[in-house]
Structure formats: C-alpha cells, structure tokens
C-alpha cells in the first residue's frame, strides 16, 4: 500500500496570508497549524503543500524569495516533527493560462509524480476556492479551513469544498475520524 498524502494550500491555510508574502521574517505559523500537521504526521500522512505564487509573475518578487519563505516555514515546523514532503509552486499569472495555478490540476500532478501517491486516496486542504477546485479536478478529497480567506470563501465553495471546518487542527480531525471509520469498514 502505497503512502497516503494530505495536500495543503501555504498561504492562509499554515501561515498568515501576508499580501504578497516575500520576506521570511514575515513567515508566521497559524493557530492550530502545528497542532493539526503533527496529527496528520502521527497518523501516517505524507505532507505536501501546493501553493500559487503570482507574485514572481507580476514581478513583486523572485523565485529565490519563494523558496526563503518556505525554508523558513519548514524551519518553523520541524522541532515540532513536522516534515513537508514537498513543497510545489505556480509562478504564473492567471494571464498566463498555464496548468499548474490553482485550480487547475497541475501542481498536483507534480506532487503525485514526484512522491508517488494516488490523488483520489488524497486530502486537499485549503482557504480558497481555487485549493477547493484542484482537489475536486482531481479527485482528492477537498476540506476547507476558516483561517485566511477562507471564512469568506465559505459560501462560494458550498459545491465544492467536501468538508469546512476553523483550522488545521479540525482538518486533522475530519481525516481522523473519516480514517477509523474506513477502518471500521473493513474490519465489518
Ligand atoms: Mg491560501
Ligand atoms: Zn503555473
């Protein structure tokens, strides 16, 4: 059986959503963040995040910026355990028509060739539409959390988010609980 992974969106969903986030000193983990990935981590998830960053497309910053802040995201979580088995990135505008901004499916098929996992098997965990969106063109599993922008996303993503839930932490209890009763089904 092959590893099952959990896909999160950066930006809103495990750190704040600093507009056009590009200094590392602004990298800040959410409440529940921690608390919800360990759990994930604990239960056997693979972790993997997919994150559109217009922000090199527009100019407002650099590749070299992406990967700083997402060092210095890996560097918040790992005393805690918490290791991110990918990090995948759009550096496109939406001007760009290109397949891996969110919602279209491309950054997940760049996590499943690079890790290997079956994104119907898959959670994609997010505070946008769009993370909604490139869970269900791909047949992931699709929660939406409140922090970021999700709490104004709640109404449009009513289709297409499967579960909505505060944060992290209650993300990690909707796979929990969805995970014993799979379990429970085939033990019956
Ligand atoms: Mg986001
Ligand atoms: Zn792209």
């Known amino acids: 059986m092959s590893k099952k992974y959990i896909l999160l969106d950066r930006d809103g969903t495990i750190i704040h959503d600093r507009h056009y986030l590009h200094d590392p000193d602004g990298v800040e983990l959410l409440p529940g963040a921690v ?27 650099d590749e070299a910026s992406v990967h700083a802040c997402n060092a210095r995201m890996a560097e918040l979580l790992l005393p805690h355990g918490i290791v991110l088995d990918g990090v995948f990135h759009c550096p496109h505008t939406p001007e760009d028509k290109c397949r891996c901004r969110k919602p279209e499916p491309g950054l997940m098929e760049q996590a499943v060739e690079s890790l290997g996992f079956k994104p119907g098997e898959a959670f994609m ?17 699709t929660i939406l959390v409140r922090t970021g ?40």
């Open 125 to 141: 965990v997010g505070d946008k539409e769009a993370d909604m969106g490139v869970g269900r063109n791909t047949g992931a599993t």
């Open 35 to 61: 608390e919800g990935l360990k759990r994930m981590v604990e239960m056997g998830f693979g972790l993997a995040v997919l994150t559109n960053q217009s922000g090199v497309g527009r100019g407002y910053y």
């Open 149 to 188: 922008k999700g709490a104004a996303h709640e109404e449009r993503c009513r289709e297409s988010a499967d579960y909505v839930t505060d944060d992290l932490c209650g993300a990690a209890a909707i796979i929990w609980s969805l995970f014993s009763e799979s379990k429970q089904a085939v033990k019956s």
